[in-house]
Structures are given as structure tokens and as C-alpha cells.
């Protein structure tokens, strides 16, 4: 996101934002306060939107959990509105992790399909690749082993195709370590030794303490359910000199879970309290209920497995309190879910409605507005388009130039309003034919109008122009004033080849102009279809200007720009 067009004051609060996230949390959160008190007076979208983001993110990193689900509902609603779309499906990201931590499952998947969303239509990569590992990890919860499998392979395709991203390695660790999991969770321990060999030589040499501890302890799950207790046992030593209190982030939060589980089926008891001492802490200060009795449900299973009836009854009375709290979170939690939904409905019914309506304006400023044909402004960009096709595979371009006979004589004495009913006629005659014949047609202005094809022969554009006459003929509209018949009537020139390299199309609209009005001058009220031969010999070159034929066709420049 670029802020060059703001000021110094922008400017400075932004860099500082960038310059010390995930660094210096206390800085980052200065200036993310000052960016949104000066958004918030300005009103700016942007500002506020990153700024909400990134103070989420911090809070998120430093485990804060107090208000982060309506910082980043804020973030969300102006990030939307400012079109940040990479921010915007992180924030959804981020609100998935926040219902799934609260074991709220179900809005949790909603949430990531949202940012999975906004990752499709905008082509969001590598947020692509983290709400993907997201998803497989939910999925893995809820004991859906083969669509985490799913998420994880999709996971893989984009962050495996971006190996020079900062995050690169953390990430590729992230999956396998999920992927371990689930197949272990699976008792399917086929291809897990394979997957910490890559992990070791690809990965580890270049990751930091947090992440080696992730994989350590996915290691450990994996030699405690295949039965390799040697192994496990080599792995809790390591685990158990490692650990402190520094390391307890959210990222590892459902890892630390994981690890309580081995310890207790493993009777590993004092590793077991070291580890629930450390957790214990942080575990309520999150202030996540779901998580605070998932940690004393642990409890209560080791009271009630080594028969501390006391402890075990302190602890399940503990336990029935935090459900309560439980139930009204949820009722809380589900109205601001609702309150969120609807405003999500709301500024999508507002995009929806100004995206309609631009199309409307668009349509509008390519429309003729008497004949519903295309105007002068679609014609250019139409003919551009089809005239460098036709050039680029070599095939003929037919553009058609044609009036309406004596049409001044019609206007004049059958007055204006008869005269747009004409125009409309003929335009609705012209728009049938081209359609019919995979054509484009628009109005030229006044009583002109042009029709173009392409990759059509030379027999099939003479008997298209002969077909519109014939077309025009059989409306018998009367014209008592024209000097042919008492009928109204056209006259078309046609110029139909395949265009060279330094032609362009309006050379072309300009030999059929030529074309037209030799026809008016010899033939009034029929068609001629021409090509470069013929319009040579119409202009008096013959063929002794024998390869140089389009010298005829590059002297005009003229735009339908007036």
C-alpha cells in the first residue's frame, strides 16, 4: 500500500508503523493510534483501515486479546471500502484464528472462506497459501483428516512457489508440521520420516527458535503415537531444556496443546506441571474462555486419573463457572457475528449498486441515445480491436460506410420526429444483419452509419451489404421527396482486404468513405464492395505502381475523434 500522495505527518506515522512491526510493539502501537486519530478526522478509509490492521496484528503478536475482534471488525469494514484487498483477506485470516482459538468453529471456516474469497478474485497468492493451512488446521480439528489433507496439498502449490518471500521457510514448516499432524491424528504414518528429512535439510537451517520448537513438538506426537518411545522420550528432554516462558505465543498455542496431551498419556508428570505452569499464565490473561477450560479439563483428567478427589472437585466446580461465562460469550459474540454480517451485506449491496450503475454510465457513454446502437467512442475502441486482430492472423477486414438517400429531403418535409423514426428503423435493419453475420455495427452521425467484419471473403461482404439494401428496401418507409423511389433507400461502399503493417483502421474507413461516395455520384441507392486491386484502378493508379500498393492506404490519419 502506497501513501506518497499524503503528507509528511502520513507518511512518517506509516514508515514508522512498517519500520518497527513484529520489532518494537510499543512504537508500532503509537503510531498506529496517531494514524487513526488523523484518519478519523479526515474520514480516510485507508488510513484507518491499515492502521486498524496493523494495531490488530500487534495485539495479536503480543497475545492481547481484549479488544482485538472489534479492532479488527473496524479494520475490516474500512479496508473494504478502500479496496485494500491483500489486508483485507489477511483480516478475515486473523478473525478465523481469533473463532477458531474461542472454539468457535463453524464462523471461524466461514471467516477463512471469506478471505479465501477475496484471495480467488483478486489473485492474493500467498494469503492464498496461509488461509489455506488455516483452513486444514480447523478441518483437523473437527476430525476432517482428508479435506486438511486438501487444504494442506492447495497450501503447498502457493508457498512452494514462492521461495524467495521472507516467510518463506516459517511458512513450508507450518504445513508440514500440520501435515504431520493429521496424519498422525489419522494413524497413517506413511511418508512422515520422508517429510522430516525435507523439513531438516530444506528448512530448519534457516529457521528461528519458535519455529524448530513447533516441529520438535510435532516430532514428538508422531514418535509417541507410531510407539517409537525412545525416541519420544530423546524428544521431551529436548523440549523440556528448551521451553520458557518467552516462547508461549499464539502460533504455538495448539502445538503446547498437543504436547500437554503426550505428556499426560506418557506420565510424564513433572514435564507435564512445567509446562501447565507456564501456560497457565498466558492462558488467562488471553482471557479465552474455550481455552482456559480446555487447559482445566486437562487438569481435571490427571486429578481424576491419580485420584486427587479434592483437587479434582475444585477444579470441575471451576470448570461448571467457565461454561456459564462460556454461554453468554457466545450470545455476545454470536450478535456481533450478526452485526458484522449485516454490515458486510450492507457495503456490498453499496458496491454492488455503484458497480451497477458505472456500468450503466459506461454503457450509456458507448450508446447512441436515439438508436440504442453503438456510438462514435465504441467505434473507436471496436475497430482498433478487430482491425489489429485481423492484422495479427492475417485476415480480411471489411468496414462498411452507409447513408440514408435524400435524408435531408425526408427531414426537411416530413419533420425531425419522422425522421429519428426512420433512423431507428434502418438502425434496427443494420444492427440484424451484422448480428446475423458475427458483425459490429454503430452510428456514424446524422444519417450515417458503419458496419464492420472480420475473416470474412470478399463473396460473403458483398452479399451481406446486398442482404442490408434489400433489408432497408423491404420497410417500404415512403419518400415522396427522394429522387430515386418513393421509398426510403441506401447507398453503401464497402472496402474489404487484409490489412499490412502500416495501415490502420481508419485508413480503411476512409478508402469505404471514397468507395461511398463514388457510388452516390455513379449509382445512388446501391452497394459496392471494393479491395486494394479494384480501389487502385477506381483512383486512376492502374498497376504500374506494382508493390507499392499501399501507398494509397497510408497518407489518411483521420480519427472519428471530432
Not at 524467495?164 to 511458512?171: K, L, V
Not at 457513454?365 to 456510438?375: C, K, P, Q, R, V
Request: proline share 2%.
Amino acid at each position: 500500500m502506497e501513501f506518497n500522495e499524503y503528507n509528511e505527518s502520513v507518511k512518517n506515522w506509516t514508515n514508522g508503523i512498517l519500520d518497527n512491526y513484529r520489532k518494537d510493539a510499543e512504537l508500532t502501537i503509537r503510531y498506529c493510534h496517531e494514524l487513526i486519530d488523523y484518519g478519523e478526522k479526515t474520514a480516510d478509509s485507508k488510513l484507518l483501515g491499515f492502521g486498524y490492521y496493523h494495531l490488530a496484528m500487534t495485539l495479536y503478536c503480543l497475545n492481547d486479546y481484549d479488544n482485538i475482534f472489534d479492532i479488527v471488525v473496524r479494520a475490516i469494514d474500512h479496508l473494504e471500502k478502500a479496496q485494500s484487498w491483500s489486508m483485507l483477506a489477511r483480516a478475515c485470516n486473523i478473525l478465523g484464528i481469533i473463532m477458531s482459538s474461542g472454539g468457535n468453529q463453524p464462523v471461524a471456516y466461514d471467516y477463512y472462506l471469506d478471505g479465501l474469497t477475496y484471495c480467488k478474485k483478486y489473485g492474493l497468492l500467498e494469503e492464498q497459501g496461509i488461509i489455506n493451512v488455516n483452513c486444514g488446521a480447523l478441518n483437523i480439528k473437527v476430525g476432517r483428516y482428508k479435506e486438511a489433507m486438501d487444504y494442506f496439498q492447495k497450501a503447498m502449490e502457493y508457498i512452494a512457489s514462492a521461495p524467495d518471500e521472507p516467510s518463506y521457510h516459517t511458512r513450508m514448516i507450518s504445513l508440514y508440521e500440520n501435515m504431520i499432524n493429521c496424519k498422525v491424528l489419522e494413524s497413517d504414518f506413511t511418508g512422515i520420516d520422508e517429510i522430516l528429512e525435507i523439513v531438516e535439510r530444506e528448512h530448519l537451517p534457516y529457521a528461528d527458535a519458535i519455529d524448530r520448537l513447533g516441529m520438535l513438538i510435532s516430532r514428538t506426537f508422531y514418535m509417541h503415537k507410531s510407539g517409537q518411545i525412545e525416541k519420544r522420550d530423546e524428544c521431551i528432554r529436548r523440549i523440556d531444556g528448551v521451553i520458557t516462558q518467552d516462547m508461549l505465543f499464539m502460533d504455538l498455542i495448539e502445538d503446547f496443546f498437543v504436547y500437554l496431551e503426550v505428556l499426560f498419556e506418557s506420565e510424564k508428570i513433572d514435564e507435564f506441571w512445567h509446562l501447565m505452569e507456564l501456560m497457565e499464565p498466558m492462558i488467562n490473561n488471553l482471557k479465552v474462555t474455550s481455552m482456559q477450560m480446555r487447559l482445566l479439563g486437562l487438569k481435571i483428567r490427571f486429578y481424576r486419573k491419580h485420584h486427587m478427589g479434592a483437587e479434582y472437585l475444585q477444579a470441575a466446580g471451576l470448570y461448571y463457572e467457565l461454561s456459564e461465562r462460556k454461554e453468554l460469550e457466545a450470545k455476545a459474540m454470536i450478535k456481533e457475528v450478526i452485526e458484522l454480517r449485516a454490515n458486510f451485506e450492507k457495503v456490498n449491496r453499496a458496491k454492488k449498486k455503484i458497480e451497477k450503475e458505472n456500468k450503466l454510465l459506461a454503457a450509456q457513454s458507448e450508446t447512441d441515445s436515439l438508436t440504442g446502437m453503438a456510438n462514435r467512442r465504441k467505434l473507436n475502441i471496436q475497430a482498433d480491436e478487430m482491425f489489429s486482430h485481423a492484422f495479427k492472423c492475417g485476415h480480411n477486414f471489411a468496414i462498411e460506410i452507409l447513408d440514408v438517400d435524400y435524408f435531408k429531403e425526408y427531414n426537411d418535409n416530413y419533420g425531425h420526429q419522422e425522421g429519428d423514426r426512420c433512423l431507428i428503423a434502418i438502425a434496427d435493419c443494420i444492427s440484424k444483419v451484422a448480428r446475423a453475420h458475427g458483425g459490429f455495427c454503430a452510428r456514424y452521425g446524422g444519417d450515417e452509419f458503419v458496419v464492420m467484419y472480420e475473416n470474412i471473403s470478399k463473396e460473403d461482404a458483398k452479399e451481406y451489404v446486398e442482404e442490408l439494401r434489400r433489408k432497408v428496401m423491404e420497410l417500404t418507409l415512403p419518400h415522396r421527396f427522394s429522387k430515386m423511389l418513393p421509398i426510403v433507400t441506401i447507398t453503401q461502399g464497402m472496402y474489404c482486404d487484409v490489412p499490412k503493417e502500416e495501415n490502420r483502421v481508419w485508413d480503411f474507413l476512409h478508402v469505404a468513405d471514397e468507395i461511398l461516395y463514388s457510388v452516390k455520384t455513379d449509382n445512388r441507392g446501391s452497394c459496392r464492395v471494393v479491395d486494394r486491386a479494384e480501389f487502385m484502378l477506381m483512383s486512376g493508379y492502374g498497376t504500374t505502381i506494382q508493390g507499392r500498393p499501399d501507398i494509397i492506404l497510408s497518407c489518411h490519419k483521420h480519427s472519428v475523434d471530432y
